[in-house]
Each structure stands twice: as C-alpha cells, then as structure tokens.
C-alpha cells in the first residue's frame, strides 16, 4: 500500500534551518510528483510548493521563493523539503502529498490522495 | 494567483442535518475543484475530486457539485464521524495549487 513516512518533530531556533523527509514506499516514486503543504496551529491549509521526483523540476509558491528548496534521493526514494531562514510565523505541521490524477474528457485532474502523517516544526528561541 | 473562499466559515449542525459548504474561485477553474476533509491532529482526507468525482471508499452521502468559479459540497445526513474541517483546493494552476479557508462543522 501506498505510504509517505516524515520524519520526526523539530525544534529550530530563529534564523536556523529546518530540513524535512518524506520517505515513500508502495509505488514508483518516480513516477508521481510531490506536494509540500503546512498548517500552523488553528489555521488553514497553506501550499508552499511541488517537485517531480523524476526530474528534479520543483514550482515555489511566490510567499517561499529564496527560502524553501525541494529535493529527493530517489535511490531511497525520499523527497526533502528545507526551509531557511526560521521565524517564529514558521511553527507549523508540514506535510508531503503525493499529487495523483484523473483523466476523462479530455481533461486530466490532480488531486493528492496520499498524505503524510505530518511533521511539527517548532521556532523558538 | 487564484483565490479561494469558502461560506460559510463555521456551522453548527445536528446528526441527520443535510449540510451545504460553498467553494468560490476568484476566476473560472472549470471542474478543478478537490475537497478534502481534516480532523484535528490528522492529515486532510480526499473526499471529492474534478468536482464532482467521489473518492473511492468514501461515503456516499457526501457529493459535489459546479464548474466555472461556484462549487458546493453537500452531506446528505450528517454522522457523528463527519464533525471536521472542510477544505477545497483548485488544481486548475498545478504550479500554484490554493486552498479555500476552511469550513469548521461541529456539532450542534
């Protein structure tokens, strides 16, 4: 079965630099692009950026462009997500999603079925 | 960038209760429209896709409905294990994928 594993819970100080993994098993990992979504404490869903795991080819949304990088090792079949430059607005649960699809019509739809349980990432000084 | 709201923000419902949430996009998105539902301390679950499509295992009694910018999720009677948070997401920019707010149910 489909899984994305993250690794565990950080606390990072103001300035720092927090790096996240989401290790995936049960299908190709290649062959499905991944989402990177956070959720500070109470609040909504917010999208931060996608990488296809084959090519390497990632899309920032514009509020994390300079600070966020997406990578993978596909040998292990892990996508990463650092984000730099800490503040304290940065504590939240961050979550990988495997973005899949739906083709009828003509039209193809994406949607992230898979998700991963979640990493909390607390700034603090 | 295409903005989403949701309405209403919150509702109150009782078990039984048909329950509306509407999706509204700053622009036409067509039918690239998700809904996904979280409980506290868990990851979203897809529940509808391309509008309208059900997620494979989930219940019936949630549907959905439009195109263009005006989307509806609708539970057709309300169970205890639907008490939640409602998102919808456009996947109509796959480089700039947006969620709506949010829409909290509990119970009344």
């Known amino acids: 079965q489909v899984q994305l594993v993250q690794s565990g819970a950080e606390v990072k100080k103001p300035g720092a630099s927090v790096k996240v993994s989401c290790k995936a098993s049960?299908?190709?990992?290649?062959?499905?692009?991944i989402n990177w979504v956070r959720q500070a404490t109470g609040q909504g869903l917010e999208w931060m950026g996608w990488?296809?795991?084959?090519?390497?080819?990632?899309g920032y949304a514009q509020k994390f462009q300079g600070r966020v990088t997406m990578t993978r090792n596909t040998s292990i079949s892990t996508a990463y997500m650092e984000l730099s430059s800490l503040r304290s607005e940065d504590t939240a649960v961050y979550y990988c999603?495997?973005?899949?699809?739906?083709?009828?019509?003509?039209?193809?739809?994406?949607?992230?079925?898979?998700w991963g349980q979640g990493t909390l990432v607390t700034v603090s000084s | 960038d295409i903005q989403m709201t949701q309405s209403p923000s919150s509702l109150s419902a009782s078990v039984g209760d048909r329950v509306t949430i509407t999706c509204r996009a700053s622009?036409?998105?067509?039918?690239?429209l998700n809904w996904y539902q979280q409980k506290p301390g868990k990851a979203p679950k897809l529940l509808i896709y391309?509008?309208?499509s059900l997620q494979s295992g989930v219940p019936s009694r949630f549907s959905g409905s439009g195109s263009g910018t005006d989307f509806t999720l609708t539970i057709s009677s309300l169970q205890p294990e639907d008490f939640a948070t409602y998102y919808c997401?456009?996947?109509?920019?796959?480089?700039?994928?947006?969620f709506g707010p949010g829409t909290k149910v509990d119970i009344k």
């Open positions: 999603a495997r973005i899949g699809g739906d083709c009828s019509g003509g039209s193809c739809y994406s949607f992230s079925r898979y």
């Open positions: 049960g299908y190709t990992f290649t062959s499905y692009d």
């Open positions: 990488m296809n795991p084959n090519s390497g080819n990632t």
């Open positions: 622009q036409s998105i067509s039918s690239y």
């Open positions: 391309a509008a309208s």
């Open positions: 997401q456009q996947s109509y920019s796959t480089l700039w994928v947006t």
